[in-house]
């Protein structure tokens, strides 16, 4: 492993910066854990370095973000160029999951530039099309009933990418269909930054809530008759929507929620309208259901 001072991190706004010793290990190798990273080591006299250089840095650009590029002077940064026992300039290493993975030195066609950078760039494209394609999978072994395949699955995935929020949330949807709340809440407790708000998040925190009211659901034949007896009953229809959402009728939750809103929107603090983003959150924004009960909610809320 290579030891290298530590500072601030790399520029955000570019696919292209300087680096020097001092931010090497966070620009170059911290970054490189999550997108390539290119190393064009380099001098003012160098030659060859003024065309590899616009070259390499053209090619990185149009790859849109799947690869960086750091441009070091050798001549400023000689510890690191000794501790990387680069000999002759110029010299190119591509970085990926914090170490050299491939490099080469001299001048090279602009071809084959364009393809050692294609070459880099698919590290990174295809472990995240890896991922996806596991996540995918598992998804699927969980609708088909497989939750405990589903969750070893989801939690191997975590194990390779811990900030991966569709395994994070899958795993906790697992452990909900597992009837292990605890467990589920125990891994939505442990989030935090930016992963907190990504949408598979949310809607494995609306699953576990709602899964929570189910275990409390009360008969749906009793409450359908308390509603029809008494529509203006709210805490009855409410509790019948909760009661037939656990049941699995997500459309009739739906609309007695919509109705319960159109009653009396403000009733317990807008718990009707709080509810039904529980249910779209949890269901996800493609369900048949959802995308009716949005329509109908907004028609109301701006009519």
């Not at 160098?46 to 590029?69: D, H, R, S």
């Not at 914090?98 to 990174?124: C, K, M, T, Y």
């Amino acid at each position: 492993m290579l030891e290298f001072g530590q500072t601030q991190a790399a520029p955000a706004d570019s696919h292209v910066f300087d680096v020097e010793e001092a931010t090497f290990m966070q620009d170059v190798v911290e970054t490189s854990k999550t997108t390539p990273v290119i190393v064009d080591f380099w001098a003012p006299w160098c030659g060859p370095c003024k065309t590899l250089g616009p070259q390499l840095e053209a090619a990185v650009q149009a790859q849109g973000g799947k690869v960086k590029m750091a441009k070091m002077d050798v001549d400023r940064n000689q510890q690191i160029a000794a501790q990387l026992r680069i000999q002759s300039i110029p010299t190119v290493y591509a970085f990926w999951q914090g170490q050299p993975v491939d490099g080469f030195q001299g001048a090279i066609s602009q071809g084959e530039v364009q393809d050692f950078v294609n070459r880099i760039a698919a590290l990174n494209t295809s472990e995240a099309d890896a991922l996806a394609e596991a996540v995918a999978a598992a998804d699927e072994m969980l609708e088909q009933g497989a939750a405990v395949d589903a969750a070893q699955t989801f939690a191997a995935i975590l194990g390779e990418a811990p900030d991966n929020a569709a395994a994070l949330g899958g795993l906790v949807r697992a452990h909900i269909v597992l009837e292990e709340l605890d467990q589920a809440q125990a891994l939505l407790d442990g989030v935090s930054g930016a992963m907190a708000d990504a949408p598979e998040i949310e809607a494995a925190r609306a699953k576990l809530a709602l899964a929570r009211q189910a275990a409390d659901a009360g008969p749906v034949a009793d409450l359908t008759a308390a509603v029809e007896a008494n529509p203006d009953d709210h805490q009855a229809r409410f509790d019948l929507a909760q009661a037939l959402h656990a049941t699995g009728d997500t459309a009739g939750a739906i609309d007695h929620l919509l109705e319960l809103f159109r009653r009396d929107r403000e009733w317990n603090d807008g718990a009707a309208r709080a509810q039904l983003f529980t249910i779209f959150d949890a269901a996800g924004p493609k369900d048949p259901a959802v995308l009716t009960g949005r329509r109908r909610l907004s028609s109301m809320i701006f009519a």
